[in-house]
């Protein structure tokens, strides 16, 4: 008597559990944000202005040099106590400013043909970037070209 109530009692705990675990899922929620909120942001937060953005087939003056295709930049941010947006503008913020460290390390002076890259996949738009938001954090990956411009 004693072990089928026992039996019974694990049996309900597994149940309990296998029902909260299966409503503990992980979150990927895709985004499309513009770029131009999130660059202000970026410009009140101190965003250099010396290393010039050009996101997907913006126009830009005639490129003097290449000089590394492809760089990329993959940032996360916390998306605690924030709305999916402010942490992807965030996560935004950063992938830019890494991408300006780049161009400056190796001599460019912009970055053109900026993508969304996010798991190597392009999303290429002169207006918005891709942002993937989960339960606690948010990301951004963006991939450029590193030139010298006229």
């Known amino acids: 008597m004693k072990t ?3 039996a019974a009692g694990f049996a ?11 409503s503990v899922q ?3 929620t895709t985004h499309y944000f513009p770029i131009h909120e999130a660059l202000e942001e970026a410009r009140a937060q101190g965003l250099d202005t010396d290393i010039r953005l050009y996101f997907g087939n ?3 003056p005639p490129v003097r040099s290449t000089i590394y295709t492809g760089i990329t930049s993959n940032k996360k941010t916390s ?19 890494a991408l300006q460290q780049a161009a400056r390390n190796r001599g460019g002076n912009a970055v053109i ?26 990301g951004v990956v963006l991939r450029g070209d590193i030139v010298r411009l006229r």
């Open 113 to 138: 043909n900026i993508a969304s890259y996010y798991n190597r996949r392009v999303y290429r738009s002169n207006s918005q970037f891709e942002c993937h938001s989960g339960n606690i954090m948010s």
């Open 79 to 97: 998306s605690a106590n924030k709305t999916d947006q402010a942490a992807c503008n965030r996560a935004m913020q950063s992938a830019l400013i």
């Open 12 to 22: 309900a705990l597994f149940v309990s559990l296998s029902l909260c675990a299966t």
């Open 4 to 6: 089928s109530v026992k």
């Open 26 to 28: 992980a979150r990927d």
């Open 58 to 60: 913006q126009k830009h």
